[in-house]
């Protein structure tokens, strides 16, 4: 079973930064890519960024310039660094993991969530 863990959401006010960290417990399989996804109130859950073990990145345009997704795999964890934050930035954010079962066979695991809130 592999789990995963957030930390990092709160209340800021808008321009300034969070980091949001993600643990995933994989001892015995391959974590593939990472990423972050966010859903805000009324509205369906979007891409913020992932990230291949091998760290090619991808962003949503939303978020590109001021948020940076990283990674750490000797502890299988995912960071995401906020700047410049904005209100419409305010969403619950989950980490995802795509992990590797056996062979070609992956799964997709995803954290609880951490809520970000980014007032005017």
């Known amino acids: 079973q592999v789990q995963l863990v957030e930390s990092g959401g709160g209340l800021v006010r808008a321009g300034q930064s969070l980091r949001l960290s993600c643990a995933a417990s994989?001892?015995?399989?391959?974590?593939?890519?990472m990423g972050w996804y966010r859903q805000a109130p009324g509205k369906q859950r979007e891409l913020v960024a992932t990230i291949t073990s091998g760290g090619t990145t991808t962003y949503s345009d939303s978020i590109k310039g001021r948020f940076t997704i990283s990674r750490d795999n000797a502890k299988n964890t995912v960071y995401l660094q906020m700047n410049s934050l904005k209100p419409e930035d305010t969403a619950v954010y989950y980490c995802n993991a795509v992990v590797i079962i056996i062979g070609t066979i992956s799964m997709d695991y995803w954290g609880k969530g951490t809520l970000v809130t980014v007032s005017s």
């Open positions: 994989a001892s015995t399989f391959r974590v593939n890519a």
